[in-house]
C-alpha cells in the first residue's frame, strides 16, 4: 500500500510536470497552460529537474485543419525547475522555471518560458479509506509573461518561449489507486490579459482570451517501476492582433499522447523517462505537433 | 472486474479520438531557385499585368520572384508600383517618394517572419530581400506604403509556401 502511494505520487509529479514541459511548448511556440507541481503524498517538500528534447514533425496545421510538414525541422530543448513546499496540513506553494533552446535553420534562439507561481489546496484529503473517492488538489495559479508571444514576434515565433502573456488560472487534479493501478484525472482553466507590443516591424495590441487543458491517465505498479499513460487536451481562444489592421486570429487545439516509465529509488528519489506525440490524437488546428523524449528527476523531502 | 469492462470503453475512446490529418500536396524540390527572367517585372511593359492594386490609391503592383526561398534559405523578389495605360494597356511605372515595406503575415497562424530588406532600383521599381517564411502554409505578403508608424495604402499579395 505504502509503494502504491510512493507511485502514484510519482505518476502526479510526471504528469503535472508534463503539462509545464517541452510537449506544450513545441505547439509553435506557443504552447498551452502551465500545470503545477504538487505535493499529493506525506512530502513536506520536493524539487524536480527535467529535461526534453522536442522534434516539431508537423511544421504548421492551419486553421481548416490542413498539415504540413517542411524539409527543415526546428527542434527545440527544454530545460524546467520546478518546487513546491507545504505551508500548513493542507496548504502548499509552488512554482515552475523552464528555459528553452530552439534551434531552425542555422538559427538559434534561448530565452525563459513562462515561468509560474501557485497556491494548492487539498480540499479532498484521503484520511480515511474509501473504495471510490478520489484524492483532489485543487490550485490557483500566476502566470508570467516571461516567454515571449508568438504575435509579437518579428522572428515569426521562432524566439517565442511560451504564452507572453499575464493569466491567471484554476484547476484540479484528482488521483485514486486500487491495488496495482493508479488513475488520474485533470482540468484546468485561465483567462490571458491583454497587452501592448512593439516590434521591428509592427505595434499594436495583442488581445487573448480564456485557455484551458485537461487529462487523463492511468498507470501499473511493479514494486519499484511504475507504467504510465496520459492523454491531455489544450485549448485557447484566438488572439486578436490589432496592429495597422485588426486580425481576428484563429483557436489554438492540439492534443498529446504519452508514454512514461519511473523508477523510485527509496522515498527521497524518483527517475521518469517519458515519450510524448502530438501527432496521434486530437483534431489540432493553428499549431505546431511534436514528438518528445524527456527525463525528470525528482528530490523529495519527508514532513 | 468493473476495470475489464471500462478497458473496451477507453480503448474504443482512445481510438475514436486519434487524429484525422488532412495533408498538403508535397512541396517538390527546386533544382533551381533563380527563377528564369522571362517574366514577370522583366518583361516589357505591355507584358505585365496588375498583380494586386493599392487600397488606398489605387495603383497597381506588378511582381515576381527572383530567387524563391527555401525552408532554410531567404529568397528575393522584385516588385513594381504603376498604373496601366487606358490607350494601350501598358503598364507605366510610379514614382513614390516612400519608400515601401514589406511584411509577411501568416493569417492562419496569426504571426508574422523575419524582416525584409526592400531597396529601389529604379523608377517604381523596387526588389525585396531576406523574404524568408518560417513555416509552409498559406501566407500574405504586404506591401505598405508607411509614414511612421502609420500605414497610409497596403495591398496584400496571397502566396503558399
Known sequence: ?303 | MIFKNLAPILISAVLGACANPKEAAELSPMESRRVEANAGVNAGASSKTCDARFGTSGLCVTWAWDIKPTAEEAGSFVFEIGQIDSNDQAFVNVETDILPTVLLWMPSMGHGSTPVAVTREGAGRFRASQVFFVMPGAWEIRIQLKEGATVRDETVLDFTF
Not at chain 1, 212 to 230: I, P
Open chain 1, 1 to 303: 500500500m505504502r509503494q502504491s502511494w510512493i507511485l502514484l505520487s510519482s505518476l502526479i509529479l510526471f504528469c503535472a510536470l508534463w503539462f509545464s514541459n517541452g510537449v506544450s511548448a513545441a505547439a509553435c511556440c506557443g504552447g498551452g497552460a502551465a500545470f503545477p507541481s504538487l505535493i499529493i503524498g506525506d512530502e513536506k517538500a520536493q524539487l524536480t529537474a527535467s529535461y526534453a528534447l522536442t522534434d516539431v514533425a508537423v511544421a504548421s496545421v492551419d486553421s481548416n485543419g490542413v498539415w504540413r510538414e517542411s524539409s527543415s525541422r526546428p527542434q527545440i530543448q527544454s530545460f524546467n525547475l520546478e518546487g513546491a513546499h507545504i505551508l500548513a496540513d493542507r496548504w502548499q506553494v509552488g512554482f515552475s522555471a523552464p528555459v528553452q533552446h530552439k534551434s531552425f535553420a542555422q538559427q538559434t534562439y534561448s530565452g525563459w518560458g513562462d515561468v509560474s507561481g501557485r497556491i494548492g489546496y487539498e480540499y479532498l484529503p484521503d484520511w480515511d479509506y474509501h473504495p471510490w473517492r478520489p484524492k483532489g488538489v485543487g490550485f490557483l495559479q500566476i502566470r508570467l509573461p516571461t516567454g515571449k508571444s508568438r504575435a509579437e514576434s518579428d522572428r515569426g515565433g521562432l524566439d517565442s518561449m511560451g504564452s507572453g502573456f499575464w493569466s491567471l488560472g484554476l484547476g484540479s487534479v484528482l488521483t485514486k489507486a486500487r491495488g496495482a493501478f493508479d488513475f488520474l484525472a485533470t482540468a484546468e482553466i485561465h483567462r490571458s490579459l491583454a497587452k501592448r507590443f512593439s516590434n521591428s516591424q509592427m505595434a499594436g495590441e495583442l488581445r487573448p482570451g480564456w485557455g484551458g487543458t485537461w487529462g487523463v491517465g492511468a498507470g501499473y505498479s511493479l514494486q519499484h517501476v511504475r507504467f504510465g499513460a496520459l492523454l491531455t487536451w489544450v485549448y485557447e481562444d484566438p488572439v486578436e492582433v490589432r496592429v495597422f489592421e485588426r486580425f481576428k486570429g484563429v483557436a489554438e487545439r492540439q492534443a498529446t499522447a504519452s508514454l512514461s516509465v519511473s523508477f523510485l529509488a527509496g522515498r527521497e528519489w524518483a527517475g521518469t523517462l517519458s515519450y510524448s506525440d502530438q501527432t496521434l490524437i486530437g483534431s489540432p488546428v493553428n499549431t505546431s505537433l511534436g514528438r518528445s523524449l524527456s527525463v525528470l528527476l525528482q528530490r523529495r523531502w519527508g514532513r
